[in-house]
């Protein structure tokens, strides 16, 4: 069996496991600041990992909620089993499954699936990007002041706050027609490779959020990088996308006028 039909599956079964789990009372811990995880996560991510170690027993894993690379391996998977926890947990239907595969450190297969809407997102590097079964072919907004931006951010108290989310959001705000925040980051990049955004950022994050969406958003064409300008990697803590580069380098540029002004700190 191909990698890409293994992901599907794995996705759509621990998206049906967490579906049986919504509006169901949930024990949420807290593995830091505002940082919350249920069982449902965690059982989630067991299953993800046990279907994909059923068929590629040699590959590796990275995933949120506690499994890591025990051994170097050319072929690494990197999966959120559920980003989207605190809306998964407040009763938002906003939610999604992201598995992705690397290889030597870069994504060569991604898959993000919503559960409630019952969309699949998938790209293989190369092969572009579909939405259940069909290939996807962004309709790109004819000027940046129509472009839908979506964002994340941390709380102002969390340890790891680069205190980057409300700059950058203050000086894109003038430039585009609306703005979502919607609590997922795999999501946010689903929906910027299908045209529904058109540019999303988080200024802290890490690789499981987003390694898979990035390629989906990379497979139509677009661009999608930290905030250094680099590619998205296993070190990856921020991000921006764009389904339009011309877009994508509009914002970067905002991102290093922010990064460079002395007042921000």
């Known amino acids: ?137 962004c309709a790109r907004k004819a000027t940046m002041s129509e472009t839908a931006l979506a964002l994340g951010y941390l709380p102002t108290h969390y340890n790891h706050n680069p205190g980057l989310a409300l700059p950058i959001l203050l000086r894109l705000y003038p430039l585009v027609e609306s703005i979502r925040i919607m609590g997922s980051a795999a999501m946010n990049l689903a929906y910027v490779a299908c045209g529904r955004f058109d540019i999303c950022y988080n200024d802290y994050l890490n690789p499981w959020d987003v390694m898979a969406g990035a390629l989906l958003v990379e497979e139509v064409g677009g661009m999608a990088t930290d905030f250094a300008g680099q590619p998205i990697a296993l070190d990856t803590h921020s991000i921006l996308a764009a389904n339009d580069p011309a877009y994508y380098r509009q914002a970067f540029g905002v991102v290093q006028q922010v990064l460079a002004d002395p007042r921000r700190r």
């Open 1 to 137: 069996m191909d990698a890409l039909t293994v992901a599907i599956a794995a996705a759509r079964e621990a998206g049906a496991l967490i579906c049986r789990q919504f509006h169901q009372p949930n024990k949420v811990a807290l593995k830091g600041p505002s940082d919350i995880v249920t069982q449902v996560d965690r059982d989630a991510e067991n299953l993800i990992v046990a279907r994909i170690r059923s068929a590629f027993p040699d590959h590796q894993f990275m995933a949120e909620e506690g499994h890591a690379p025990e051994r170097d391996s050319e072929y690494l998977w990197v999966i959120d089993p559920l980003d989207g926890t605190t809306n998964f947990a407040l009763g938002i239907p906003h939610f999604a499954v992201s598995i992705a595969l690397a290889r030597r450190g870069r994504a060569v297969l991604g898959v993000v699936y919503d559960p409630v809407q019952d969309e699949t997102f998938v790209a293989e590097a190369g092969q572009g990007t579909q939405l259940n079964g069909c290939r996807i072919l």
